[in-house]
């Protein structure tokens, strides 16, 4: 099956990029475009509401793209507003939740840590995935402030160090072997959360799994495109120079209303 069209992507700032990568590294024929709403972000704090007005928005424009398929790489959108998008929208949607079933699979002390927005946490959708591995205890963490600092380009400031050793010192504590990264910004984060932890404790992210998701999904349903132009594009409504920077300055960042 054959659809020249792109994927879309969207987050509510740069953290998506993290699931970009992983796509366009599995997928490097098909083009892509990624959505940066980052005059909206965060949106870990939002209610529902206002995070499914915003995700349909994003979806829109995505759409007015002509994408054949829409990857929300956000768990705070997935979580609260992926039931209303497919409702919606005919056109299919990945999203990425947190991690939950390969870590407590996998974790021997039968403790994980998670660390994602108050939205995430809160969504009625992490709670019922939550509830079904109630053999493991989970520690839920709300990154308070983290977003916010890395759409600031303040990735590696003294305050984000603070943070996260507040964060994760009481994981540590309660003896987690899992820390499950609940949210699209925080893979960004990892050389400095790997200073804090001790070595045994695993850090895992859904970028890659999400990836394989798409990945099916053109082949089952979609059709992987046979064009050409393979060139990503990535649109920011607010200030493009964190995203820029993200990206090596390796693709060209555009400003526009969406
Ligand atoms: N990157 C997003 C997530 O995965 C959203 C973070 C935010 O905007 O608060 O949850």
């Given at each position: 099956?054959?659809?020249?069209?792109p994927i879309?992507?969207?987050?509510s700032g740069?953290g998506g990029?993290?699931i970009?990568?992983?796509?366009?590294?599995l997928?490097?024929?098909?083009?892509t475009i990624?959505?940066?709403?980052?005059?909206?972000?965060?949106y870990?704090?939002?209610?529902?509401?206002?995070?499914?007005?915003?995700?349909?928005k994003?979806v829109?424009f995505?759409?007015?793209?002509?994408?054949?398929?829409?990857?929300v790489?956000?768990?705070?959108?997935?979580?609260?507003?992926?039931?209303?998008?497919?409702?919606d929208?005919d056109v299919?949607?990945?999203g990425?939740?947190?991690?939950i079933?390969?870590a407590?699979?996998n974790?021997?002390?039968?403790v994980?840590g998670?660390?994602a927005?108050k939205?995430?946490?809160?969504?009625?959708?992490?709670?019922?995935?939550?509830?079904?591995?109630?053999n493991t205890?989970?520690?839920?963490?709300?990154g308070?402030?983290?977003?916010?600092?890395?759409?600031?380009?303040?990735?590696?400031?003294?305050e984000?160090?603070?943070l996260?050793?507040s964060?994760?010192?009481?994981?540590?504590?309660?003896?987690i072997?899992?820390?499950?990264?609940g949210?699209?910004?925080?893979?960004?984060?990892i050389?400095q959360?790997k200073?804090?932890?001790?070595?045994?404790?695993?850090?895992?992210d859904?970028?890659?799994?999400v990836?394989?998701?798409?990945?099916?999904?053109l082949?089952?349903?979609v059709?992987?495109?046979?064009?050409?132009?393979?060139?990503?594009v990535?649109?920011?409504?607010?200030n493009?120079k964190?995203l820029?920077?993200i990206?090596?300055?390796?693709?060209?960042v555009?400003?526009?209303?969406?």
């Amino acid at each position: 099956m054959i659809n020249n069209n792109p994927i879309g992507v969207f987050d509510s700032g740069i953290g998506g990029t993290s699931i970009w990568s992983a796509i366009h590294e599995l997928l490097p024929n098909e083009k892509t475009i990624y959505l940066a709403d980052n005059k909206n972000a965060p949106y870990g704090q939002r209610s529902k509401e206002e995070i499914v007005a915003l995700s349909k928005k994003n979806v829109e424009f995505l759409l007015e793209n002509n994408c054949k398929l829409i990857v929300v790489a956000c768990n705070t959108a997935t979580t609260n507003a992926i039931v209303e998008l497919r409702a919606d929208y005919d056109v299919p949607f990945v999203g990425i939740e947190p991690a939950i079933k390969p870590a407590a699979n996998n974790s021997k002390t039968q403790v994980i840590g998670i660390l994602a927005t108050k939205g995430t946490l809160n969504s009625e959708l992490f709670n019922k995935t939550a509830e079904m591995f109630h053999n493991t205890k989970i520690i839920e963490q709300v990154g308070h402030g983290l977003v916010q600092l890395i759409e600031d380009g303040n990735l590696y400031s003294p305050e984000m160090t603070q943070l996260l050793e507040s964060y994760l010192q009481p994981m540590i504590e309660a003896n987690i072997d899992y820390l499950v990264l609940g949210c699209s910004h925080y893979p960004y984060l990892i050389p400095q959360i790997k200073k804090i932890l001790p070595d045994h404790i695993k850090i895992i992210d859904s970028g890659e799994a999400v990836a394989r998701q798409t990945k099916n999904l053109l082949k089952e349903k979609v059709g992987f495109s046979e064009s050409t132009d393979t060139d990503p594009v990535f649109y920011v409504n607010s200030n493009p120079k964190v995203l820029e920077s993200i990206l090596e300055y390796k693709y060209p960042v555009i400003k526009k209303d969406f």
